[in-house]
């Protein structure tokens, strides 16, 4: 079992930056990729960006490129979403969760193929 815990979430201006963590309270934590998924209000859950195991390969959506980036410190058992230049429609609460096989170089953002949850952070972009 692993247990995931999102925070960094907050109140951001337009255009400001914000980065969030996910703490994995688990020894193979290193073994997993990682993906970032959100749900905005009267909206289904969409995913954001992820990273295969070792990291060296990410995923990203076309509406957070170029202003997102994820990365993991397997040191800390933490994975990280840098948020960039954000907009009012990042307004979601923000999930991370892992994949459920291990050892995957690559991801996608299928939710499928990801479980144990956290249970979200809240970003708020308002000016």
């Known amino acids: 079992q692993l247990h995931l815990v999102e925070s960094g979430g907050g109140l951001v201006q337009p255009g400001g930056s914000l980065r969030l963590s996910c703490v994995v309270s688990?020894?193979?934590?290193?073994?997993?990729?990682i993906g970032w998924f959100r749900q905005a209000p009267g909206k289904e859950r969409e995913g954001v960006a992820c990273m295969g195991y070792s990291g060296s390969r990410t995923s990203y959506v076309d509406f957070v490129k170029g202003r997102f980036t994820v990365s993991r410190d397997n040191a800390k058992n933490t994975a990280y979403l840098q948020m960039n230049n954000l907009k009012p429609e990042d307004t979601a609460i923000y999930y991370c969760?892992?994949?459920?096989?291990?050892?995957?170089?690559?991801?996608?953002?299928?939710?499928?193929?990801?479980?144990?949850w956290g249970q979200g952070t809240q970003v708020t972009v308002s000016s």
């Open positions: 688990e020894f193979t934590f290193d073994s997993y990729g």
């Open positions: 969760a892992r994949r459920v096989r291990r050892y995957e170089i690559g991801c996608d953002v299928d939710p499928d193929r990801y479980i144990d």
